[in-house]
């Protein structure tokens, strides 16, 4: 009975807090075994993917080889989002670095403002010149 009051209390939703969901779900990726482009790719797998793997255990790690193609990291989101990042030619570093920026991102694209921001305030600063600069740290020709 005491651990069902600790269930309810632990899963009560705190305005985001205790509740989050990560997006990411799915990570699918794909190498050459011979290609000289997925080097990269291979040593990642080798010798990091299991401590990424181990670190995110909410996400669907999945290895795919596809001779003759270049390597692609392929995100798929709970939103029914994807994202892909092709890591031709990459250091595993590299690599490590863009499955994080899968692992991280909602899977939406980056996009424009709507609108052109637009300063109701002139700047503070006022127009720059050269002659404002103390005349001992000035460029003498």
């Not at 779900?25 to 990642?44: A, D, E, H, P």
């Amino acid at each position: 009975m005491v651990g069902i009051n600790v269930m309810r209390q632990v899963s009560r939703a705190r305005n985001g807090v205790g509740a989050f969901v990560i997006p990411c779900k799915r990570i699918t990726l794909s190498y050459c075994n011979f290609g000289g482009s997925s080097v990269g790719m291979r040593n990642f797998l080798r010798h990091k993917l299991e401590k990424v793997a181990k670190a995110h255990p909410e996400i669907e790690f999945k290895v795919v080889e596809k001779p003759g193609q270049h390597p692609v990291l392929f995100g798929e989101y709970a939103s029914d989002l994807t994202k892909q990042i092709c890591v031709r030619k990459w250091n595993m570093d590299v690599i490590e670095n863009k499955l994080n920026l899968i692992i991280n991102s909602s899977g939406k694209n980056l996009s424009k403002p709507k609108q052109p921001v637009i300063s109701q305030n002139k700047s503070v600063r006022g127009i720059w010149s050269p002659f404002y600069v103390d005349p001992k740290h000035r460029f003498t020709i």
